[in-house]
């Protein structure tokens, strides 16, 4: 039966919100039609101003909150409701770890079917603040001349220029500060969407929160910059310590920041950080996990959950430059890792040698393919690892772990809506979900991290 929405655009409407939801949103329901409005609080008695209507669900922005919730707190950043980085800088921090708690519970009620679920108290951090270890800013034009470095406001291009995120390393801070300033003083165009011109289009800085390691990457549009010579002086005075600047070229019309091709301006082409006792060696284009304390304990998690004796062999899935398969590397006979991007992988073969760990075996390709091979040529893991993107494992994927009768698999997941989803397939495949244990690595956002213990039920 279709079913007109009974709200338009344009309404204002005065409803309780009943949970978060995805992007740590306020949800409830209006006449049972589901309305998300961002910086509002579950319990919360709200008036609202619609602004979008979809077939099942329509989009609102907050007007009034008529009933504060009791965990409602000053948010840190003065930008806070402008920029689009952090979603629940309005909401205490332990609050905010009971809502991402409780919204992996809802995902294995809801989507998974499985409402019995064990999801412990998510882990949170002592000092949620200052915790980032990258980040990456849109760089545009103020009217009338000169650079501006920020984030895009939430839901748009706007760029909102910005010296300091309070969920940064500080040290990231200074470095953009640094890039914009002499950016302007070098009259270096910043690059324009809509017309495709100018030239630098994205400054991307990482650090190593244990080396203090230091790159920093200008996303050009074209192989031109203009004054190279002296912008890399002057940062290098800037920064004695800066162990790498890279150029990026990005000449494409997308949102997509990192282009195919960079080029070396002075140092190294990586840096390198450690995960307790293991160092990692990271390119520009790997994927490294943005907040290095939580990661650790992301890690000891999978690796209290795989129980190994060291007479085990892991896959480790999604591997990236090989961090979890290298972390548990000393508890097993043999871990494999598989990763898409091959930078990634040259990244995870190196690091393997750097800690002098040679039962560790890395391929590229995608999960979904070389998994399935894996199988065939009868590699039979003890444990497999996953920890897939947002969109969760393809079936093909599920499908060749099932058929390598692995007894633990261990899912580590950034978006729990496809971890319910792919906990659902498994349990109708002869797995079981033990535990759910979620991990804060995005304290002040809507992002939520946690980890399922699927064991192989005996039949
Ligand atoms: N476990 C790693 C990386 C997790 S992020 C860590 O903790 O650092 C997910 C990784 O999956 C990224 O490195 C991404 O490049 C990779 N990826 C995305 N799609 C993939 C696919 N289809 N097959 C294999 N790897 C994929």
Request: charged content about 20%; overall charge neutral.
């Amino acid at each position: 039966m279709k079913r007109t929405p009974p709200v338009q655009v344009g309404q204002t409407i005065e409803y309780t919100i009943t949970g978060q939801g995805h992007n740590g949103s306020g949800v409830g329901k209006v006449d049972g039609f589901t309305v998300f409005v961002p910086l509002a609080v579950t319990g919360e008695q709200v008036k609202a101003k619609i602004t979008l209507v979809k077939k099942n669900y329509a989009q609102a922005e907050l007007v009034e909150v008529i009933k504060p919730h009791p965990d409602r707190t000053e948010p840190l950043c003065p930008v806070f409701e402008q920029c689009g980085g952090c979603q629940t800088q309005h909401i205490t921090y332990k609050a905010q770890l009971e809502m991402k708690r409780q919204q992996v519970q809802d995902s294995f009620a809801r989507i998974g079917g499985l409402p019995e679920i064990v999801v412990h108290p998510v882990i949170g951090m002592t000092e949620p603040w200052r915790y980032r270890n990258k980040a990456q800013v849109p760089v545009g034009q103020r009217e009338g001349g000169g650079i501006i470095a920020g984030f895009y406001a939430a839901g748009s291009h706007e760029i909102i220029d910005m010296d300091a995120c309070q969920i940064q390393h500080p040290d990231n801070d200074r470095i953009i500060t640094a890039v914009k300033k002499i950016a302007n003083e070098l009259k270096i165009p910043a690059y324009h969407e809509q017309t495709h011109q100018g030239i630098l289009r994205h400054i991307m800085v990482r650090i190593g929160f244990h080396t203090g390691e230091m790159m920093i990457v200008l996303v050009t549009n074209g192989k031109h910059l203009p004054q190279k010579q002296e912008l890399i002086t002057r940062l290098r005075q800037q920064f004695p310590d800066i162990t790498s600047i890279i150029q990026n070229i990005n000449t494409r019309r997308t949102n997509v920041i990192l282009g195919p091709t960079h080029r070396l301006l002075w140092g190294k082409e990586y840096i390198v950080d450690t995960i307790g006792e293991i160092q990692f060696k990271i390119s520009p284009h790997s994927f490294y996990q943005v907040n290095p304390t939580q990661t650790k304990v992301l890690y000891d998690q999978v690796k209290k959950m795989a129980r190994l004796t060291g007479k085990e062999t892991v896959i480790d899935a999604y591997c990236g430059i090989g961090t979890i398969a290298l972390y548990i590397a000393s508890s097993a006979k043999q871990v494999y890792g598989v990763e898409i991007v091959p930078e990634a992988i040259e990244d995870a073969k190196q690091n393997a040698t750097l800690n002098g760990i040679n039962h560790a075996h890395f391929e590229v390709g995608a999960a979904e393919t070389v998994m399935p091979r894996w199988l065939q040529q009868g590699i039979q893991p003890d444990v497999v690892i996953v920890d897939p993107p947002r969109k969760g494992c393809d079936s093909t994927l599920l499908d060749a772990i099932v058929g390598m009768k692995p007894e633990r698999l261990i899912y580590v997941s950034c978006n729990p809506a496809t971890l319910a989803r792919d906990a659902k397939i498994l349990h109708e495949k002869g797995y079981e979900v033990k535990e759910v244990q979620p991990v804060d690595l995005f304290p002040q956002t809507g992002h939520v991290e946690a980890i399922a213990l699927i064991q192989r039920k005996i039949m």
